[in-house]
């Protein structure tokens, strides 16, 4: 219970400094110093101190978008485990109540970007509609898969002890990838998104949020880099559970887990370039196809 | 052990599958095909019962070179000669292509549950990665527009039912293995050929305009 | 034995080597010559298996063997002439006015001769995997020789070809795994016929079925089974008409042999029934199609093809009825090979003479070119099974069968097709050999005369007396196919 409420603390306080890692790794390989660590720390305090802009096209649900994003992630955190230790809140069937909340978070933003009524936020909002509805087999099967292999239902008893895999290997290494595309394509990384773009045509998750600022935008910027977070959390308990240890030395291995996840996102993204809008479908759906293998073959 | 390299490789094949169905650039195809053809040589030495291991390394050796080194070679002097460098427009997107390999996938795994199988090979996922192959060569041949593609799909379908072969049978057929592979050899060969011809003529290889031939009266 | 398959391969080989066209023609009539008296003497001669029991050369294979030798010594007789007349260099092609060029005649007649040692080696096999591989390489030796005439139609059916069949193929190699999975645990030395026959009652039913059902569709690709046809007209509509006369006469046949292997060991293993109902119900499927494609063509060689696709229904319904059908079908076979052999020759006359390949731009055939024509007249009678020619009694044996089985309504199907096709095929006979002709008497040399006349004579006189010999043989063919 402790280890639970000091896992959501250091969720809630250490999510943008995963962002910070990404954006220094990135800037290390360009050869350049790059921004500080903490610099999302204070974009955050300098947008929470702004005001916010509200056009005259907007309804109430321009407002609500970001409040429940936030809140819906924020509630997300509370269910994934870290470190090897159950979560804050668990019960059976809770890795579908995490898909969900995503859900939830995400079709708010759609629904805010549509509500400005302006084209380009429509155009974003469409092509996030269409990636999601293929990355969220993708992440149903992967769990679907250790679920089966496990034999629980709730993801704290899923990803908290190592799973026997066994010959099974090639499953976890195929749920491992397929994990990791969708979190590469949830949180709007290269290959599937470019944060980094201005080009309104290449946009996907930045197009749906030009018209929010000010805390608005400063919840917006939060809940993602708790998404990433939890998927992140989600990815390390997959691959390196670190249940059955002592609870602080499995905290810090898990730490340091995701720390090191935020490096290899930051290499990724140096490396390779994005992929053609019309090359991304066929990448989600294969790896929808990869955790439907892993699925197959974890059958006992 | 050699349980779960065997199942690697299979998944290994399958993952080539995929990446066969998903992608468009026809040189990755090629390549792909090499790699199957390298991983079949890999999987008959596991699967064979080691009854006369001379035979069998050399069966597997004399696949690998013609499968992984030969067709790869032959195909990709065809395709440079026509000048394409990749699939455009298929009959069956790509996307949708993969959702159709995910379906085959489970109807594989299903039915190779449900088939009384002939011993124990240990393995459940030899047998309905065979299928799989042999869907996936089908689906390339009836999807696909070029020529090349369709020799692909051949190859993968050659591929499938040769995996088949050696998770069926475990105690000798070689002239089946020696004739089956010297038949795609001269029918790949044939083909490139074919495919170089079909360049010079036509100034294209996509098949689906080779339709002169027909019975309707215009 | 080895002899009989081996030398039509070293002769294409050296057919590659030769210089000259004269010498190579020499080789191609040698080749036919020999390989003739090869056939004719393994019917008096009883010849021993070899390799272990891989080659054997039982009275089905015989039978098939001797079709295949009289076939290609009258296509080497035509082909010699038509070599000699066909130009070198750019011709240009009458349908649409394109230059286009022949094949060198050393691939030609090296891949007739590659084609000529593969299809022995389909009737030797005794080996299902030997066999496999023979039938593929049939289709390999023979796709060089459709595309003989090097423009873009041919080429289009030479790829349909290479490709369908390939598949087809294929999937007989799956067949042939099955087989090997239904033969495990029993005796015997693996997928020789002799053995899996006698050690029938021990074969697994299920693999044996799904063995079966996908060799039919396999090896049913290549012999022109419907829905599985859409190659045939194609590519023997392209093809010379050498070729194409040697690919109904004897490369169907080949098909048709595996088909017969796999049903002997089903019927030993008692899988009787399920092997009938497939048959037949492919067999109808056949005929049907090949009539509604036949009534209205305009291309008479594509005609012909949809012929082979109708005589090839009638010899699966044969089998696929039991009793006398089989041997009707059998008797088909020979009939039918020489008949259709016969037409494509005479049509090969006419297309020279003519230069169209639509029916509608030939007329006067009978005074134009008056052996041709007679012949072209009395083929039409041979194929649509009119007494007196031999492909009357068959297909009355067949209809004698299904009548005795109680198949009325298979009886009825049988015959509406083939009165179809009669009606289909006599507006377009008919039409071509008479009327207006359009130019004064053609001179006809010797060697497009020949072959089929004689061919000919024979489907005529095996239509009056069947001599004992062949009698015996094919009811001795019957018996292993389930006749009582």
Redesign the interface.
Same mark, same amino acid.
């Given at each position: 219970m402790i280890m639970a409420t000091l896992h959501l603390f250091m969720a809630l306080t250490l999510s943008p400094l995963l962002l910070g890692i990404i954006n220094r790794t990135k800037a290390l390989f360009a050869g350049r110093t790059g921004q500080p660590l903490l610099q999302l720390y204070y974009d955050l305090a300098k947008l929470l101190r702004k005001g916010a802009v509200y056009s005259r096209t907007t309804t109430w649900v321009f407002r609500a978008g970001p409040v429940i994003g936030l809140a819906s992630v924020l509630m997300a955190s509370a269910l994934v485990p870290f470190g090897g230790r159950p979560s804050l809140l668990s019960f059976p069937g809770d890795f579908l109540v995490l898909a969900c909340l995503l859900g939830l978070a995400r079709f708010f933003t759609i629904l805010a970007a549509l509500d400005t009524g302006s084209s380009f936020e429509g155009m974003g909002a469409s092509r996030e509609a269409a990636f999601s509805a293929l990355a969220e087999p993708a992440l149903l099967l992967s769990l679907a898969a250790v679920a089966l292999r496990s034999g629980r239902l709730s993801l704290s008893s899923m990803l908290v002890s190592p799973l026997a895999w066994g010959h099974l290997a090639p499953a976890l290494w195929l749920v491992a990838a397929a994990v990791f595309v969708v979190l590469l394509a949830e949180n709007a990384r290269v290959p599937v998104d470019d944060p980094a773009t201005h080009l309104e045509l290449t946009m996907i998750h930045e197009v749906m949020v030009l018209d929010h600022s000010g805390p608005d935008l400063a919840f917006i910027l939060y809940g993602a880099a708790l998404k990433l977070w939890i998927l992140g959390a989600v990815w390390v308990g997959i691959v390196a559970p670190f249940g059955g240890m002592n609870p602080w030395t499995g905290t810090l291995f898990a730490l340091a887990a995701i720390l090191g996840l935020a490096v290899f996102i930051g290499v990724i993204e140096s490396l390779m370039a994005r992929l053609r809008l019309s090359r991304i479908p066929p990448l989600l759906v294969g790896a929808g196809v990869c955790a439907l293998l892993a699925l197959l073959v974890a059958r006992p | 052990m050699i &349980? =779960?390299a065997i199942?690697?490789l299979v998944? $290994?094949l *399958?993952?080539t599958n &995929? +990446?066969l169905l998903?992608?468009n650039r026809l040189n990755g195809c090629i390549r792909m095909i090499a790699f199957q053809g390298f991983l079949l040589g890999v999987l008959a030495i596991f699967l064979q019962t080691p009854g006369n291991p001379v035979h069998i390394f050399l069966l597997a050796a004399g696949s690998m070179i013609l499968k992984g080194v030969v067709f790869p070679w032959l195909l990709s002097r065809a395709l440079r000669e026509a000048h394409v460098r990749r699939e455009v427009d298929p009959f069956v997107g %790509?996307?949708l292509s +993969?959702?159709a390999?995910?379906a085959a996938?489970?109807v594989a795994?299903s039915l190779g549950a449900r088939l009384?199988l002939?011993e124990a090979l240990g393995s459940t &996922?030899v047998f309905?990665g065979a299928l799989f192959m042999?869907f996936v060569g %089908?689906f390339l041949?009836v999807s696909r527009r070029t020529?090349l593609s =369709?020799v692909l799909g051949?190859l993968v &379908?050659?591929n499938g039912?040769y995996l088949?072969?050696i998770a +069926?049978?475990h105690d000798?057929?070689v002239? *089946?293995e020696m004739?089956?592979l $010297?038949?795609v050899f001269?029918?790949v060969f044939? #083909?490139g050929i #074919?495919i170089f011809?079909?360049q010079r003529? %036509?100034d294209h290889i996509e098949?689906d305009q080779?339709a002169? +031939?027909k019975?309707v009266?215009p | 034995m080895l002899a009989l398959f081996g030398f039509p391969f070293w002769g294409g080989c050296t057919a590659f080597l030769l210089r000259t066209d004269r010498s190579r023609r020499i080789l191609l009539l040698a080749c036919a010559i020999l390989h003739l008296f090869l056939t004719m003497a393994a019917w008096k001669v009883q010849l021993r298996p070899e390799l272990n029991g891989w080659l054997a050369l039982d009275t089905l294979g015989l039978l098939f063997l001797t079709l295949i030798s009289l076939l290609f010594m009258a296509a080497a007789l035509y082909a010699v002439g038509y070599l000699r007349r066909e130009s070198h260099g750019r011709i240009k092609d009458f349908e649409e006015g394109v230059l286009f060029s022949n094949e060198p005649e050393a691939v030609f007649i090296g891949c007739l001769l590659f084609f000529l040692g593969t299809m022995t080696l389909v009737t030797l096999s005794q080996r299902f995997g030997l066999l496999w591989v023979a039938i593929e390489a049939t289709t390999l030796s023979s796709a060089p020789l459709i595309y003989f005439h090097r423009h873009h139609r041919s080429l289009e059916a030479a790829w349909k070809y290479l490709l369908i069949c390939s598949v087809g193929i294929a999937l007989a190699l799956l067949g042939s795994f099955f087989l090997v999975v239904a033969a495990q645990g029993t005796g015997g030395r693996t997928l020789i016929v002799q053995d899996m026959v006698q050690h029938a009652a021990h074969l697994r039913g299920p693999w044996l079925k799904a063995a079966f059902l996908l060799l039919l569709i396999g090896y049913g690709t290549k012999m022109g089974l419907a829905p599985l046809h859409t190659w045939l007209p194609d590519a023997h509509s392209e093809a010379p008409s050498v070729v194409s006369a040697l690919l109904s006469g004897a490369l169907l046949n080949c098909a048709f042999l595996g088909i017969l292997r796999v049903v002997q060991v089903c019927v030993a293993a008692g899988l009787l029934s399920f092997v009938q109902g497939l048959l037949t119900g492919f067999g109808l499927l056949s005929m049907g199609v090949a009539a509604v494609f036949i009534v209205g063509q305009a291309d008479y060689k594509r005609m012909l093809a949809y012929s082979s696709v109708e005589h090839m229904g009638i010899m699966a319904l044969g089998v696929g009825l039991g009793g006398a059908g089989i041997f009707g079908a059998l008797l088909q076979a020979v009939n039918h090979s020489l008949a259709k052999a016969m037409l494509f020759l005479t049509a090969g006359n006419i297309l020279g003479v003519y230069k169209t390949k639509t029916v509608s731009g030939v007329r006067g055939a009978l005074r134009v070119l008056p052996v041709s024509g007679a012949l072209w007249v009395a083929g039409f009678l041979m194929i649509t099974g009119s007494p007196p020619f031999g492909l009357f009694p068959s297909e009355f044996a067949i209809l004698k069968a299904a009548l005795d089985g109680g198949h009325g309504g298979v009886a009825a199907a049988y015959l509406l097709s083939l009165a179809l096709i009669f009606i289909g095929m006599a507006g377009i006979f008919l039409r071509m050999a008479q009327g207006e002709a359009p130019s004064p008497r053609c001179p006809e040399p010797w060697w497009s005369i020949l072959p089929p006349l004689l061919l000919g004579l024979g489907v005529l006189v095996l239509g009056l007396y069947v001599p004992p010999f062949l009698t015996a043989a094919l009811q001795t063919i019957s018996r292993t196919l389930g006749a009582p």
């Open positions: - | &349980l =779960q199942d690697t998944v $290994l *399958i993952l &995929l +990446l998903g992608t %790509f996307t +993969l959702i390999g995910g996938l489970a795994v009384p002939p &996922l309905p042999i %089908f041949i020529a =369709q051949y &379908l050659e039912i088949c072969g +069926l049978i000798e057929p002239l *089946i004739g089956v $010297l038949d001269v029918a044939i #083909m #074919m011809h079909i003529e %036509f098949t080779l002169t +031939l019975d009266e | -």
